[in-house]
T-cell receptor, first 114, second 113 residues
Framework: GDSVTQKQGQVTLSEDDFLFINCTYSTTTYPTLLWYVQYPGQGPQLLLKVTTANNKGISRGFEATYDKGTTSFHLQKASVQESDSAVYFCALVDRRNMGYKLTFGTGTSLLVDP | EAAVTQSPRSKVAVTGGKVTLSCHQTNNHDYMYWYRQDTGHGLRLIHYSYVADSTEKGDIPDGYKASRPSQENFSLILELASLSQTAVYFC????????????FGPGTRLTVL
């Protein structure tokens, strides 16, 4: 079945640092990849979507790209702010089942020091 | 704006007791989902539903039942709560018409003692 691996469990940065989070995936279908962000005490919310058609998504200063050759996708931001402190999940869309099931990575907790 | 609410927001239950978690959405979405979140495991799908009066097993359904009495409501039932079911539970909804975005509720923190 589909799988997603997110190895970076925790990342600590200072304001204005560059952020790079990586996920690898495995699927037998054309992937649609999502990045969700979860702020403390809240449910996850969609941040970005990347498909084979667009190869890149941009939102709120974040950029998501994917590399078919290495079956990996990345979330990056040029200059993080303290307000970006949150948990970031990558998720793979499974189109083979009824509805659109998501397979989530284990999450990367980002802490940005002011 | 999409709205998914969950009740209760927090609950303490005893081992062997019955627990019911409720979810309500006002998005007019057909699909609803229950996930659990544990440190180190991310979000894992327990049950989901794409129509009222029908539920489907997700990836980790053992020990859980689900009920979808209407389009708006989706419940997760733990008939015999166990210590291992201590977690944060999230409900989500989506319209299932090619838009992958799932809208999540605020979560329920369940502690089984």
């Amino acid at each position: 079945g589909d799988s997603v691996t997110q190895k970076q469990g925790q990342v600590t940065l200072s304001e204005d640092d560059f952020l790079f989070i990586n996920c690898t995936y495995s699927t037998t279908t054309y992937p649609t990849l999502l990045w969700y962000v979860q702020y403390p005490g809240q449910g996850p919310q969609l941040l970005l979507k990347v498909t084979t058609a667009n190869n890149k998504g941009i939102s709120r200063g974040f950029e998501a790209t994917y590399d078919k050759g290495t079956t990996s996708f990345h979330l990056q931001k040029a200059s993080v702010q303290e307000s970006d402190s949150a948990v970031y999940f990558c998720a793979l869309v499974d189109r083979r089942n009824m509805g659109y099931k998501l397979t989530f990575g284990t999450g990367t907790s980002l802490l940005v020091d002011p | 704006e999409a709205a998914v609410t969950q009740s209760p927001r927090s609950k303490v239950a005893v081992t062997g007791g019955k627990v019911t978690l409720s979810c309500h959405q006002t998005n007019n979405h057909d699909y609803m989902y229950w996930y659990r979140q544990d440190t180190g495991h991310g979000l894992r799908l327990i049950h989901y539903s794409y129509v009222a009066d029908s539920t489907e097993k997700g990836d980790i359904p053992d020990g859980y039942k689900a009920s979808r009495p209407s389009q708006e409501n989706f419940s997760l039932i733990l008939e015999l709560a166990s210590l291992s079911q201590t977690a944060v539970y999230f409900c989500a909804s989506s319209d299932g018409t090619g838009r992958e975005e799932q809208y999540f509720g605020p979560g329920t923190r369940l502690t089984v003692l």
